[in-house]
DNA sequence: CGCGCATCTGACAACGTTGTCCAGGCTCTA
DNA sequence: TAGAGCCTGGACAACGTTGTCAGATGCGCG
């Protein structure tokens, strides 16, 4: 009967003042070498002053025991804990996927583990998800924000948790911010459909409060105003980001008195719903799309888009709140990295209808 | 001169006795509020006992001075960390993500924060993490495995990490293991392609000392030997799966003196490479990948693939993980979890040639 | 042979929290 | 009004580790 056989154990542990699990410590080895607790220490952390005879003793004892160095005490006692934390939106989505291991190499560089949690787009999710993660005591945090204000974080980065914002800004606190120049991105990709002879031109995005999507909202504006056309309200859609609503959009902006010959797609979930419903369409559609999608080349047509390095975000970000650790750094920073038009056939197909 | 700065600040936390970025503790709301340590403790964990005004009281010292418990020490005294660690091949990869974004969820519904990290298919780094996972108190472990030798986490389960092994079986120890049915699904993507008429076809997999990898070749074998179709050397190719060499292997299966007309694909990454190649050849030659990949639908023809339930297999090994730590389960299983054809084009194109 | 020095070792406190236990003050009842 | 019992609050030890410091041991040299 297991379950009495468990119950047996813990009753056991109660017993004998160690709680369940039960692990070897220090003193637990140090009693078995037949040496001091300190001595234990300086082994396993390879520290000097030990004579190989006594180090040999020592070693044999933990391996014995299976002894492991419990890292809380240390954290306690030494108040770092060589971990970072990652909060971001959704660790399945494809954007995130590299961009968290890009920050997690970093780490690894510095010997510090990540820690992740994914928001969901939720404000308050991310701030509780943030300070659980000060509670641990990481020693720095990137976060993808989901609110806009982060003023719950003063306190914490006040008592020295590195802290940097990632593809989007800080919310009313002064810190260090890594983005992709969206504004500048979607105003190429606009361009670049102006270019090849497109004025009805459709935007489908995010919700404005969220400022990639209100700066890439920007850029197709202003790259509509210095090609003097004047947008229509049904041309843009600024939404969730759900299929449903999506296609709907799209089909709308198709199908209205002034229909549109191309649009941009405000990030990649967008983008693939956007596909799905040009493919379904009889006259060819132009599509240009912010962020890069796996074979985006194998389409027919390819699809041409304005690509940001997920990768290059994490790591410039990551390696920058290890240099607020190291002190070598001074004022929080914002800090854009480029875009890249890659054009694959859809966004330069011409106008129809 | 930002080093003399530091040094000073080191100076001052000597003197006064704390160290850098010296956090208020529940002893500094103690002081402050006039109150008993234990007093400030029972506030902070809600605990009874407190009358209301005592308990404004703390929470203002609280806020005027931006306490945050410390989890670390509360660890230490508990014995439980409220973390988990998963150790995956690589986060970047599309087909993990979903996986650890549903381990997290149902830490979160646990209260449990994840804490992960990328072997890079490296049985040694495997293993560096795992027990840097374990050192840090984690109290369970999901485990992507890379190598095929586990024992070193003996001592960390016989000390009570809850342990599961998911996509690939633990190595020479009794643990708990989630699985796709690679075997069975490898076999009937095969046996699709072989009931549309092949008798020539490919098989481009990894490494056969990667389980997952060994299992799907298993099923192709099985397949070709039910239809009495004898396996000619030259249609496998078992070993890295990057393009490159992904490409020569098709490229070389395709051009021989019996060349095939379907290859079947051993994973989403040999699957994308297959694509580009099928792509540039001038008559269609079938496709079946293992692993759904996105847009899959959209490429002319579709793909079809057995597809694997990525989020599934973490939500199940995840959920086993903390039904070991609730104490309601016996002795390790094997759950293996069904794959799914999904027929999109690719698979039921004829032989052609 | 004794002294000083270098090397090695261990006792002890501290990190910040929680569990245990006891003291004091209050209320309620007889 | 006295006593019982309850409620609130606080002192103290413990969790497992590391830093400090002092003691012990052995060695070389005068």
């Known amino acids: ?33 037949g040496v001091g607790l300190k001595t ?3 082994v396993v952390n390879g520290e000097p002053g030990v004579t190989p005879d006594t180090e040999r003793r020592v070693q044999e004892a933990i391996d014995a025991l299976g002894f492991r160095r419990n890292d809380s005490a240390r954290v306690l006692r030494k108040g770092r804990t060589a971990s970072i ?71 914490e980065i006040r008592a020295g948790v590195a802290t940097v914002f990632v593809d989007r800004p800080a919310g009313k606190i002064d810190a260090d911010v890594v983005l992709s120049d969206n504004y500048g991105g979607a105003r190429d990709g606009v361009s670049h459909l102006i270019a090849h002879g497109h004025r009805r031109i459709g935007f489908i995005g995010d919700m404005p409060r969220i400022h990639t999507a209100a700066e890439r909202l920007r850029g197709y504006r202003a790259a509509m105003e210095d090609a003097g056309i004047p947008v229509e309200g049904q041309w843009m859609s600024l939404g969730a980001t759900d299929p449903v609503r999506v296609r709907r959009a799209a089909e709308d902006m198709l199908s209205g008195p002034t229909p549109v010959t191309a649009i941009f797609a405000g990030n990649n979930r967008v983008t693939v719903t956007v596909i799905r419903v040009l493919a ?17 080349d194998l389409l027919q047509p390819g699809v041409t888009v304005v690509a940001q390095d997920a990768a290059a975000l994490g790591r410039t970000a990551a390696e920058r709140l290890f240099r607020q650790l190291d002190g070598s750094l001074v004022a929080p920073e914002r800090i854009e990295l480029p875009t890249r038009l890659i054009t694959r056939g859809s966004g330069e197909l011409p106008p129809a209808g």
Chains 1, 2 share one sequence.
């Open 85 to 155: 934390g990652l909060v971001l939106e959704d660790l399945a989505d494809p954007f995130y996927g590299p961009l968290s291991r890009a920050v997690e190499e970093v780490a690894r560089a510095h010997g510090a583990l990540l820690i992740n949690g994914s928001s969901a787009e939720d404000p308050e999710r991310e701030q509780e998800l943030a300070l659980a993660l000060c509670a641990r005591r990481v020693d720095g945090l990137v976060v993808i924000p989901a609110g806009d204000d982060h003023r719950y974080l003063e306190p």
């Open 280 to 296: 379904e369409q009889s006259r060819p559609v132009a599509l240009v799309g912010f962020d890069d999608i796996e074979l985006a």
């Open 1 to 33: 009967m297991p379950e009495t056989t468990r119950r047996a154990d813990r009753h056991a542990d109660r017993l004998s003042g160690t709680r369940y699990g039960n692990r070897p410590t220090m003193k637990d080895v140090a009693a078995r070498a």
């Open 40 to 42: 234990v220490s300086r």
